[in-house]
């Protein structure tokens, strides 16, 4: 499924999205009841995942804008995820932050229990508390 523009389903019951889907704007599942992704995702712009039922995270996930999980389930992030803007974690149980991170923008970490960076990660911007 190719979506060619902005795919809103804040708020929503839908707890599964098609396993081959191409998003060409951002991906709003905001206080939605996903609860994963699906692994051949693309999205060219952010996905807003904040206060949604979402527990899993692919390893290797890519975004080119902002990635919101604030206010998740979620209790640690996969190796290997790529993120083009920021990465917003506030309010979430993750404890750490994986190895290989690379976040070109900044890294909002306000109620979490995360005290340092990896050597190996890569943040561009600034890391907020």
């Given at each position: 499924?190719?979506?060619?523009?902005?795919?809103?389903l804040?708020?929503?019951?839908?707890?599964?999205?098609?396993?081959?889907?191409?998003?060409?704007?951002?991906?709003?599942?905001?206080?939605?009841?996903?609860?994963?992704?699906?692994?051949?995702?693309?999205?060219?712009?952010?996905?807003?995942?904040?206060?949604?039922q979402?527990?899993?995270?692919?390893?290797?996930?890519?975004?080119?804008?902002?990635?919101?999980?604030m206010?998740?389930?979620?209790?640690?992030?996969?190796?290997?995820?790529?993120?083009?803007?920021?990465?917003?974690?506030?309010?979430?149980?993750?404890?750490?932050?994986?190895?290989?991170?690379?976040?070109?923008?900044?890294?909002?970490?306000?109620?979490?229990?995360?005290?340092?960076?990896?050597?190996?990660?890569?943040?561009?911007?600034?890391?907020?508390q």
């Open positions: 499924m190719v979506v060619n523009g902005n795919l809103n804040e708020n929503s019951r839908i707890q599964r999205l098609p396993k081959k889907l191409v998003v060409k704007g951002n991906l709003n599942l905001a206080y939605s009841s996903v609860t994963r992704l699906p692994l051949s995702l693309k999205v060219d712009g952010y996905i807003n995942l904040a206060h949604s979402v527990t899993y995270l692919n390893n290797g996930l890519q975004v080119k804008g902002d990635l919101s999980l206010g998740t389930k979620l209790t640690q992030l996969p190796p290997y995820i790529y993120v083009g803007g920021d990465l917003y974690l506030a309010n979430t149980a993750i404890t750490e932050l994986p190895k290989f991170l690379v976040v070109q923008g900044s890294v909002y970490l306000g109620g979490t229990q995360i005290t340092s960076v990896p050597e190996k990660a890569s943040i561009g911007g600034k890391i907020y």
